[in-house]
């Protein structure tokens, strides 16, 4: 997965996560209009499950992720 496209996905997780909830609805259609088709058809399936945790729910043009909270503090220590 390219670095920029999981660098996008973690900046809107954390601009757009509300405070009663982890998750976050991602807009597939929306990031296939700014990375290409290849986002929903080949970079969605390869999201490293160490970082990014999907939702049950897929398809219809949104899914439903939340950023991992080990993955969420070593970002943090690194700023």
Known sequence: ??????????????VNRQEDTDWVVLPVISFDACFGRNFSRKWINALPEGVIVRGRDKG????????????MLAELCKS
């Open 1 to 14: 997965m390219p670095p920029e496209v999981l660098r996008t996905l973690i900046g809107y997780y954390l």
């Open 60 to 71: 219809r043009g949104v899914c439903r992720y939340r950023v991992a909270e080990t993955f």
